[in-house]
């Protein structure tokens, strides 16, 4: 199956200080990535679909200035959280979307990464 | 809009007891549906999709769900669960053919298996 790898697992991060996480798509080729945030023992919410090659979409109440999203090729995004205050930390989790290739589908499954616990002193 | 509503945050069973973990949505349009699990510090595990066919849907590890358009319900069951089901389950939601492949969780619900 697809696997989408997350790096790193785990941070730990001074209050004022920025933090980079990387989602790969192994053996794919993912156009469009998705980041999610959730709180502890709480549901995921999308922050935005990140698409190769141009501006990611943010979700509404997402500040983009903060969350930086660079998806620069095929298969890897990366999300930067700019000036992590203690409340960014939480479990960000990313996923691809894996097309069939030479094919139109109306479906497109999403493989999950296996998400990165940000913790902001 | 679509949202998802799961109505149990908690479901304590005892092994090899039946379960059912349930889920309804609201949309405007026409929508595929899906169960994820997620074992503690892990990401996303997809269990089992409605996508069109079939209302009845069944995973690899027992177990199935029953899309239900008139009640908009998409409700999860085992007839027997296992220690190793121990996790969290979220319902969650996407338009259908066309639409966009934004996925719409629900709150999640926290099935505990006790011995």
């Known amino acids: 199956g697809a696997v989408v790898s997350q790096h790193p697992s785990r941070v730990i991060c001074k209050s004022g200080t920025s933090v980079k996480i990387e989602c790969r798509s192994l053996?794919?080729?993912?156009?469009?990535m998705f980041w999610y945030r959730q709180f502890p023992k709480q549901s995921l919410m999308l922050m935005a679909t990140?698409?190769?090659?141009?501006?990611?979409?943010?979700e509404q109440g997402v500040e983009k200035d903060k969350f930086l999203i660079n998806h620069a090729s095929l298969t890897l995004s990366t999300l930067t959280v700019t000036s992590a205050h203690p409340e960014d930390s939480s479990f960000y989790i990313c996923?691809?979307?894996?097309?069939?290739?030479?094919?139109?589908?109306?479906?497109?499954?999403?493989?999950f990464g296996p998400g990165t616990r940000l913790t902001v002193l | 809009a679509q949202s998802v509503t799961q109505l149990d945050s908690q479901v304590p069973v005892f092994e090899e007891a039946p379960v059912e973990l349930r889920c309804n949505y609201s949309?405007?349009?026409?929508?595929?549906l899906f169960w994820y699990v997620q074992y503690p510090n892990q990401g996303l595990q997809l269990l089992l999709k409605?996508?069109?066919?079939?209302?009845l849907v069944e995973s690899i590890n027992g177990f199935e769900a029953e899309f239900n358009k008139s009640q908009t319900s998409f409700h999860l069951r085992k007839p027997s669960v296992h220690i190793s089901d121990t996790a969290e389950y979220f319902c969650?939601?996407?338009?259908?053919?066309?639409?966009?492949?934004?996925?719409?969780f629900g709150q999640g619900t926290r099935l505990t298996i006790n011995p």
């Open positions: 409605y996508l069109s066919g079939s209302t």
């Open positions: 996923s691809a979307l894996w097309r069939a290739s030479g094919r139109v589908l109306s479906y497109n499954e999403q493989f």
């Open positions: 053996d794919f080729q993912a156009t469009t």
């Open positions: 949309s405007s349009v026409s929508v595929y």
């Open positions: 969650a939601v996407s338009e259908g053919v066309g639409g966009a492949q934004k996925l719409v």
């Open positions: 990140s698409n190769e090659g141009s501006k990611a979409t943010y």
